[in-house]
């Protein structure tokens, strides 16, 4: 018995749990599986594409999905010479470790201090601005701030596998990647700062129990990151680093079998964090739950922001990056500026 409540501990610890289990790796390669189908569905409902619409229907084309992966993990990896075989490898995986990252910090629910199987970690994970403890891997005053920095660092490693493959396409794709960062950085960070000085905080735990949800405090900073998540991720219709007409595939032209699975798995996966973030600073997170309900709240709210990001490769043709950059720039940016204000007056009245 001992040594069950020994695993019972280490297995539920949140740090272990949060990041490898629920909704870190296992669940989140779940979820990329559930994202491809339902991207590939909702593509066939709108576009009437006979393949993903009819392919295995009576399964609703699970098995499409089954023999798509199995495809890839018995595909050749195809190393292409004149490069570090060491380094090509590393870059997928790399991708995919530091798109899972974030969810480290960013708070999924609160622990009660009794009554439930997380109340063991409540004095542990004890947070003091909200007055309980946070389930997180992390806990720490300045979530927002981890989590937006973790974020940033995620394009450096879509530069490494396009460098890592000495294509010119690869490379092309990359330089477009480094664009359309510093211009949706830039909307993210504002769009979050206009949150913080509302709420004066840089918690994301002590926005998520504010009285009232992001949304509605400051609706131009969630219409705001929600384009920012959609930029910074490659979703429709911005999917300008890949841009397979032009690019062949981006970053990931030259990989294949898992190396290519890993690669593109980094997106949705980074998807997932941002949309985790965006249900706890912009749709009340876990409110009214605690616990483990809480926990799937706020995964079942970002789930549906998931959905919505790959729905719009439906019906959105994709932009140019001449066209995303000063849609950015010239469009977004003031009104970037312009929620920074509203959550400035608004965070008088909050205080």
């Given at each position: 018995m001992?040594?069950?409540a020994l695993l019972e501990f280490y297995i539920l610890y949140p740090s272990f749990f949060v990041m490898i289990i629920f909704p870190g790796l296992i669940f989140a390669l779940i979820v990329l599986l559930y994202?491809?189908?339902?991207?590939?569905?909702i593509a066939a409902k709108v576009q009437m594409r006979f393949g993903p619409l009819y392919a295995s229907k009576?399964?609703?084309g699970f098995l499409q999905l089954v023999a798509d992966a199995m495809k890839f993990v018995f595909s050749e990896i195809i190393v292409p010479e004149q490069v570090n075989s060491t380094l090509f490898a590393l870059g997928p995986v790399l991708y995919l470790l530091v798109s899972l990252l974030p969810l480290a910090a960013i708070p999924l629910s609160t622990i009660p201090p009794t009554g439930s199987?997380?109340?063991m970690y409540f004095h542990e994970f004890y947070d003091p601005n909200v007055g309980t403890g946070i389930m997180a891997a992390v806990v720490s005053n300045y979530s927002l701030l981890i989590v937006l920095a973790l974020e940033a660092v995620t394009p450096v490693f879509v530069l490494f596998t396009a460098w890592v493959t000495n294509n010119r396409f690869a490379l092309l794709g990359a330089v477009r990647e480094g664009l359309l960062s510093v211009s949706y950085d830039v909307l993210l960070i504002m769009a979050s700062l206009s949150l913080a000085i509302e709420f004066h905080t840089l918690d994301v735990a002590k926005i998520v129990e504010a009285p009232i949800p992001g949304f509605v405090a400051n609706p131009f900073a969630a219409f705001l990151f929600l384009v920012g998540m959609l930029i910074g991720t490659g979703r429709f219709p911005f999917d300008i680093v890949e841009a397979e007409s032009e690019l062949v595939a981006g970053p990931y032209t030259e990989y294949s079998g898992l190396l290519f699975v890993l690669s593109m798995g980094g997106s949705y996966i980074g998807t997932f964090a941002y949309s985790i973030l965006f249900a706890d600073l912009f749709l009340g997170g876990w409110q009214p739950f605690t616990g483990y309900y809480g926990m799937i709240f706020t995964v079942f709210k970002a789930i549906l922001v998931l959905m919505f990001a790959v729905f719009m490769r439906s019906v959105y043709g994709r932009y140019r990056i001449d066209q995303a950059l000063r849609g950015s720039w010239k469009y977004l940016f003031p009104l970037?500026?312009?929620?920074?204000?509203?959550g400035g007056v608004v965070g008088i009245w909050i205080r």
């Open positions: 001992d040594v069950l994202t491809i189908w339902f991207e590939r569905k009576r399964s609703g199987v997380l109340s970037a500026l312009l929620s920074i204000v509203i």
